[in-house]
């Protein structure tokens, strides 16, 4: 695992030492899994490969970072301070992005829009922003039903398995009678609906 370009002063075995270091071993994978994944859709759909590799890998750099460092910065960095009515479910893609500009020097908004639309889509959605979003939903690693309709979509048209994932995530949220965040239902209600 190398990047030829990591958008950073910081050189690639150090993103990746970094990166390590703030996550387990599975949460790590799952970002290498990612990386690759991002890598093949970038591919397909005629975007930078090296730059979707790396969106992909920082895409979860902050999922572990500790509850109370999260609360700390919405507080202190500007953020809405509507982020304290939800978790790191929302936090580590919105919030997330501060972490990463913060310890990995990654200042390239194309990156950073893609890691804070990646857990709740967007109405707007930048092609890297699609391309990280669904390599999160269908890496290898993934296993639950619908996974293998989910690639099948996404590799025949990205904006497809936008839809198809906005849906089926809402779907499994409201089954678990979760919060849903006001965003994930806009861009359920652009991506998700059914066009006749
Ligand atoms: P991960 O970081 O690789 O586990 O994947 P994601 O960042 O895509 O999602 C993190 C979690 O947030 C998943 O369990 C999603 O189902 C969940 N999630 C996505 N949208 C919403 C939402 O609107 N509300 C809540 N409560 N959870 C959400
Ligand atoms: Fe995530
Ligand atoms: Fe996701
Ligand atoms: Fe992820």
Redesign the pocket.
């Known amino acids: 695992l190398t990047f030829k370009k990591t958008y950073s002063p910081l050189s690639s075995a150090e993103i990746i030492a970094k990166e390590k270091a703030n996550m387990d071993e599975k949460r790590f994978e799952?970002c290498v899994r990612?990386s690759e994944t991002s890598r093949e859709l970038a591919k397909l759909n005629g975007y930078d490969e090296d730059k979707a590799a790396l969106a992909g890998f920082v895409?979860?750099y902050a999922?572990q970072v500790p509850v109370e460092q999260y609360r700390k910065v919405i507080k202190e960095q500007d953020f809405d301070l509507d982020l304290l009515n939800?978790?790191r479910?929302?936090w580590?893609?919105i919030v997330g992005t501060y972490f990463i500009e913060r310890d990995l020097k990654i200042r390239d908004p194309e990156i950073l829009t893609a890691v804070r639309r990646?857990?709740?889509g967007d109405v707007k959605m930048t092609t890297l922003d699609k391309i990280v979003?669904m390599a999160?939903?269908i890496e290898p690693g993934r296993h639950f039903p619908g996974v293998e309709e989910a690639r099948k979509i996404t590799y025949a048209n990205l904006d497809e398995g936008v839809g198809y994932q906005l849906t089926h995530?809402?779907a499994?949220?409201i089954e678990e009678r979760?919060?849903?965040?006001p965003?994930?239902?806009d861009a359920y209600n652009f991506w998700g609906i059914k066009k006749d």
């Open positions: 799952h990612v895409h979860d999922k939800w978790n479910a929302i580590h893609g990646h857990t709740t979003f999160d939903f995530t809402l499994f949220l979760n919060k849903i965040y965003r994930t239902i």
